[in-house]
Structure formats: structure tokens, C-alpha cells
């Protein structure tokens, strides 16, 4: 089966290509002239790709009479460098889910400096080590409780940090470790080899597997786990969401292919909540039986649940209220604008008191709003983007895609 693309054009007039199963980038199109032999253009520039791969041709007639094209691939520190220069920026709104997927974030130097007193407001900050050289390794999930602060790393890292910022445990799994979830004591970790782990024993323990015998089309990469008492839920790159009971039995599962790239997922105890990259869907927990969907102007990156809204953080950089219960005039839901951020946010929190939220956009910028849209305060921090936020107690956790812990007292 071949590959389909979306086509994005940049500011510069050259073809983005993003992956219609997955939603990832995979490059740009460099295309062939009209008449040149395939077998001379694949010696010269690699695979061979036809216009019939690409979805949505039709809107760039300059593109007709290509016969065929190959992808100049880019890893993610190009694209990182691609998408922040100015003539690019319309690009974030199209492709957020992909720049949260990868912990994109804006160069430092770029950020202007800080009015606020920041240096009150951090208590410690703990920097992931690189024994292998100078880069930087991103934090891309925390989960907090009574032992410490748990991060994953995309170099396949787990680690524990208690409240004082001292490394009390570390775990290594085969892959980038991607999400982290908990419930009471109990840890789970999503690692790129397809299994979530269970870090309650002394080494970490595959406890689940997404990999389905015979396909070979995915990497199974798991990007938001969830807990409640009586479930555990999963959601891939790829659409797919599953729950589980407490004894890992799989009850029920749903796929929607054009729903990649599910950063946001959460429960209460009557409802799971989807966030993709076309808006929100809500599944009775016990049946999965779907109950509505809410498109959106742009991709769900984050989010978080009151009693009686869905909140959740797009790539337009809006932050939206859904009420949970939708209007009996309407298959949707009552959707609500609260606040639009200064930089695409990532990542959402609420306060313990549920009075307000803490969002963490891609410039490094934590912002508290209370559900009227009023900024209270702001912190601006200067590691990348912000790639996790938890409250324990009175601080705020925070992560950032540089490889930095940081422990606020907000």
C-alpha cells in the first residue's frame, strides 16, 4: 500500500509533504520535470513518489503536469529551524499536532526578556545529563506523586526526582519513552517499541502491547495515556484509542483513521475524551459507544477536565471550553472561546483549587488565566518548550524540551 500525502505550501513556494496516516512531516517534495525518465530520477534522487499519492493536488494547479517526485526528508532539528523562521509561521496553525508531537520549539534568543520577578518563582530546576555529548535531551511527559517527580526522555529515560530535586531512581527502556501516566502508586510508561510498561518493580515491566501480529504499516507510537480507578486508556499516533480494565483486559477499542496524532485524552468516570487533529470525541467509558464529536478550527495539542467542561489548547492557539453534555438541538457541543495565548500552548493544567489554568506554550512561556480569560500571571522561561505541567501541593512542575525540570512556586 502507498503512502498519501497532504501538500503545504510554504512561504517560500516549496511543497511540504505530511503523511495522511500519521500526520507527520515527512519533507519536502522535490519534484520532477515533465519527460524526465523515471529510472534516471530515481538513480539521481531516490524512490520514486506519483501524483496520485497526493491528496489534495488539485489545489495547486503549477504542480499538473508533474509526472513524478521524491521527498527531501528532514529530521526534526531541521524542521525545528525550517518552521521558526517568520515567512513559515502561517505553517503552525496546519501543523501543531506535529510540532507538539516532536517538542518543537522557538530559538531562545528570540524570546524577548521577562518583566515578571521569574527568579522568585522558581524554587530549583534539574537538568537531564548527556554523557554522549553537548545536545540537549528533551523531557517529553511528567507525572507527580508523594516519591517525586517521574519524566521520560526521548532518549529512552525514565527518572525519578524527589520534591528537593535530587535524582532518586532511573529506568532505561529500549525507545524514546513518550508519555507517562499514573493512578495512586502505580506508574505506566509508553515506550516507541509498541508496550507500555509498569515501573512499580525494580526493573520496568511490559505489562501491554500495541504492535497487532502481521502489520507492519506502524510503529505503534503510543502519545497519551490515561488512568482512572476502574480503566486504563491508550491512544496512539495512528487514531486508535483503547481502554482496558484493571486486570489489562482490553474492553473496547475504536479507530478513526483520520483522527492522528491524539496528544489529549482524559476521563471522568462516565466518559473518555479524545482530542486529535480535528477536534474532540467523547466515548461512554463502559460501552465505548460514541456519544458526540466536536470538530474545531484546528488540532487539540492539550488539555484537562473540570465537572463541567472539557478544556482543551489548539494550534490556533485558542483555548476553548466544550461543555460536557451536549445541546439536544445539536449532534455537537456548546463550545466556548476562554483565551487566546501569545505561543501555540502545549500543554494545560488546571490549579488545585480548579480555579484557574496553567498553559505552557512552545516559546517557553507558562501563563495562569482564570475560566473568564483574564491573564493573572506569567512566567517566561528560557529552555525550549514547555512539554508538561503538573501541580503537586503548592508548586507547579514544568518540563521543557531542552531537558529541564523546573519546580515553580506560583
Request: glycine share 8%; charged share 15%.
Amino acid at each position: 500500500m502507498s503512502q498519501e500525502y497532504y501538500l503545504h505550501r510554504d512561504g517560500k513556494g516549496r511543497f511540504l509533504l505530511q503523511s495522511v496516516e500519521t500526520g507527520i512531516l515527512e519533507g519536502l517534495l522535490f519534484p520532477a520535470m515533465p519527460g524526465e525518465s523515471a529510472h534516471a530520477f530515481s538513480y539521481n534522487f531516490g524512490s520514486v513518489e506519483y501524483p496520485n499519492q497526493l491528496i489534495n493536488l488539485g489545489d495547486f494547479p503549477e504542480l499538473e503536469n508533474m509526472p513524478f517526485f521524491t521527498i527531501e526528508s528532514c529530521d526534526h532539528y531541521q524542521l525545528s529551524n525550517y518552521l521558526q523562521k517568520p515567512e513559515f509561521q502561517a505553517l503552525w496553525p496546519l501543523l501543531g499536532s506535529f510540532g507538539r508531537f516532536l517538542g518543537l520549539s522557538l530559538n531562545a534568543n528570540q524570546i524577548p526578556p521577562s518583566t515578571h520577578n521569574d527568579a522568585g518563582q522558581i524554587l530549583w530546576q534539574y537538568k537531564v545529563a548527556n554523557p554522549n555529548g553537548s545536545w540537549t535531551i528533551p523531557i517529553l511527559d511528567l507525572w507527580v506523586n508523594e516519591q517525586g517527580c517521574w519524566f521520560c526522555t526521548r532518549e529512552g529515560q525514565v527518572l525519578v526526582i524527589n520534591h528537593q530535586g535530587e535524582a532518586i531512581q532511573q529506568y532505561t527502556l529500549p525507545k524514546l519513552t513518550r508519555c507517562l501516566a499514573g493512578c495512586e502508586d502505580a506508574a505506566y510508561v509508553s515506550c516507541d517499541d509498541g508496550n507500555l510498561y509498569d515501573l512499580t518493580a525494580k526493573l520496568p515491566q511490559p505489562i501491554y502491547s500495541l504492535k497487532s501480529t502481521g502489520d507492519y504499516r506502524y510503529s505503534y507510537l503510543i502519545l497519551a495515556v490515561a488512568q482512572t480507578p476502574d480503566a486504563l486508556l491508550i491512544a496512539d499516533a495512528y487514531g486508535h484509542l483503547q481502554v482496558l480494565n484493571t486486570d489489562l483486559e482490553l474492553q473496547w477499542q475504536q479507530h478513526r483513521a483520520d483522527y492522528w496524532q491524539s496528544c489529549f485524552l482524559r476521563s471522568d468516570s462516565e466518559t473518555a475524551y479524545l482530542g486529535n487533529y480535528r477536534g474532540v470525541s467523547a466515548y461512554n467509558l463502559k460501552t465505548g459507544q460514541e456519544k458526540w464529536i466536536q470538530q474545531l478550527s484546528a488540532p487539540v495539542l492539550c488539555g484537562d477536565l473540570t465537572a463541567q467542561e472539557v478544556i482543551v489548547g489548539c494550534s490556533d492557539r485558542i483555548i476553548y471550553g466544550l461543555q460536557k453534555t451536549p445541546t439536544p438541538q445539536t449532534a455537537g457541543t456548546t463550545v466556548r472561546p476562554i483565551y487566546t495565548c501569545n505561543g501555540m500552548p502545549y500543554v494545560l493544567t488546571l490549579s488545585v483549587d480548579e480555579q484557574s489554568l496553567f498553559v505552557g506554550d512552545y516559546t517557553g512561556k507558562i501563563e495562569q488565566i482564570d475560566f473568564n480569560g483574564n491573564l493573572k500571571q506569567a512566567i517566561q522561561t528560557q529552555a525550549g518548550a514547555i512539554t508538561a505541567v503538573k501541580f503537586w501541593g503548592d508548586r507547579l512542575y514544568a518540563t521543557t524540551s531542552q531537558g529541564v525540570l523546573i519546580c515553580l512556586n506560583f
